[in-house]
């Protein structure tokens, strides 16, 4: 996902996360989880994402259900 600068900047900006809280959070289910919503509410960067990962995005999207409960 933080390949691409843009797509980077626009999850950073949303989430208000910095580069090294992100780094910090990433054992955190709560972190994990607001990435998988990124990807999921825009399409494109999810498909990107499961190929990038060689899943699924129906693995991606069950992942995040996983991580939110």
């Known amino acids: 996902m933080l390949e691409d600068d843009e797509r980077a ?3 950073l900006e949303l989430t208000g996360l910095d580069p090294d809280s992100l780094r910090k959070g990433l054992g955190d289910p709560t972190v994990l989880a607001s ?6 509410n825009y399409e494109p960067d999810l498909l ?7 899943v699924t995005p129906v693995e991606l999207i069950a992942a995040r259900k996983e991580l939110t409960g």
Do not use: N, S, V
């Open 35 to 40: 990435a998988l919503d990124f990807l999921a």
């Open 9 to 11: 900047d626009r999850y």
């Open 48 to 54: 990107r994402a499961a190929e990038a990962l060689a």
